[in-house]
């Protein structure tokens, strides 16, 4: 699945632009659809904001793929070799356009649902072909983030998007069992509860938390998975040594970890102290600078590959 | 306290060595002492090393200063602006450290202790001068990671301590109370548990984890904060957005996330696991190839300011 394809985009928002730009980018055709009019007539205005921002990391080697925008779910699916479906987060819903998918395309087309919120065990009830839909659960945002966690029972069938999302210049990670939250929005949730256990606590305040994070684990975590750290933290022993040495100061530690609530008083220091941080500059202004973080960053893994 | 300062490098090993190279570099002169004298007689070349990855980032603006090795504490401390101290984490020889040095030098000289076991209330117990201590915890390695982060209970110390690691380049971050594991490590902390608990219980494999870590939430943190991201995952409402839409998600993911114990079950699977993802690579390879990325990023955040 490395081969130019055409591949189907089900649900016109944010994510399935950015996916769109990131098929299209990689010489794929893209036919989207979205039953929501309005999404599906300002889409092709959205896939070119993400398009843009992939143009000026630059090393495309493909010519651009061709964007159709389709009048229906069936017109939309015949002919793709993939459909990626970004509904909203409602398991009935999904459940219903898989059984409209498959009524319409052939037994080797895989259906990958960008779901953040449910396992693949609870969208697969009632397909046909269940071992045809995987979870490829993109992080935010899609075309500038290179991860995608992907679910699937069927090995080949997994290995099949592998290919093809390896493809689009992204990295695929393989779960090896169904999890709300794959793994990055289990280890992201994690991390945040003591991020605001942090701030619930007085220890510090928000702009401070994030500025530690980013300045400390976070740029590490960009280099340096959590596990590599601590087998580096063992010295020559490695992981073994850390363990031995280590291990019962972190179960300890553990054990020390806050478990907030978010009440109101909770609620109203994250808003303020977030508000602080941000210093005036708007949700946009904040996207924008994300961004440009991220293009330099994807600038400089793509020198170095 | 940004001009040139003679610092003194209490306890010689790879942190101090990292710490003095950084010291040297921003133009101040450092005295070093260590009661093993094997680590003091190789302290020089290991500073080299340091002090040569901060020369290929660039951007020295001071001449750089000048490294003594002393025989003895009193001699190492005594006209020194400031004392870093690298001891081991052991609160009885550091507070006996704290006494000595106090007994040399004069009233004004911060002692900054690089602990990131101890508390400060725990190590300034028996000072003549307790506020003069304060907790500077760097994150490792020290001169390739900016954070430094301070506590200490007297403002006026603090911000005088915060001038001199800003002006070292380093990101210092000011915690408002004292707090085991300061920010980072908590963070850390809370995020490994759950990294364990998903290979413990076989969702994925150490090397998809980090895999996930550096591709997706990790890469992103080392941009934007815990907090901000969530701030801009509620759309133009921001935190309050998000906490009324996706606060009671979080709430019910925090209840799912894991509590692992370091079993030997579990510990054989994380080692098994990193040795596999280090594939061969020494723990020397993995550092360097470590310090070669976070250098490539170094010297992009110093292009950008």
Chains 1, 2 share one sequence.
Not at 79 to 100: R, W
Not at 144 to 172: C, K, M, N
Not at 262 to 290: C, F, H, N, Y
Request: aromatic share 4%; glycine share 10%.
């Amino acid at each position: 699945m490395s081969q130019k394809e055409t591949v189907a985009v089900l649900g016109c928002g944010l994510i399935g632009a950015s996916w769109a730009a990131l098929f299209l980018r990689a010489g794929h055709d893209v036919r989207a659809w979205d039953p929501n009019s309005d999404a599906l007539a300002g889409f092709e205005d959205r896939v070119a904001g993400p398009l843009e921002q992939l143009a000026s990391i630059g090393g495309q080697k493909e010519q651009q793929g061709a964007l159709s925008i389709c009048s229906g779910l069936a017109a939309c699916v015949q002919g793709a070799a993939l459909v990626q479906e970004n509904a909203p987060e409602d398991p009935e819903l999904k459940k219903t356009l898989y059984q409209q998918i498959e009524a319409v395309v052939g037994a080797d087309v895989i259906i990958a649902s960008s779901t953040s919120a449910h396992p693949w065990s609870d969208l697969s009830v009632g397909m046909k072909l269940p071992e045809r839909l995987i979870t490829a659960h993109p992080f935010n945002p899609p075309h500038l983030v290179p991860l995608v966690e992907i679910y699937g029972p069927d090995d080949r069938i997994v290995a099949r998007a592998e290919t093809f999302y390896g493809g689009l210049g992204s990295v695929p990670v393989r779960l090896k069992k169904d999890a709300v939250g794959h793994i990055a929005n289990r280890l992201a949730s994690a991390l945040w509860r003591e991020a605001v256990h942090i701030v619930a606590e007085g220890i510090a305040d928000v702009e401070a938390v994030d500025k530690a994070l980013v300045n400390g684990p976070g740029l590490r975590w960009s280099v340096l998975g959590a596990h590599m750290a601590y087998h580096l933290g063992g010295g020559t022993g490695g992981m073994a040594a850390y363990l031995d040495h280590l291990g019962p100061s972190q179960e300890k530690r553990w054990a020390s970890l806050g478990n907030p609530s978010l009440t109101p008083d909770v609620r109203e220091k994250l808003v303020e102290g977030v508000t602080a941080e941000a210093a005036g500059r708007s949700i946009t202004q904040l996207e924008a600078e994300r961004d440009a973080a991220l293009i330099a960053l994807a600038k400089l893994r793509q020198k170095s590959d």
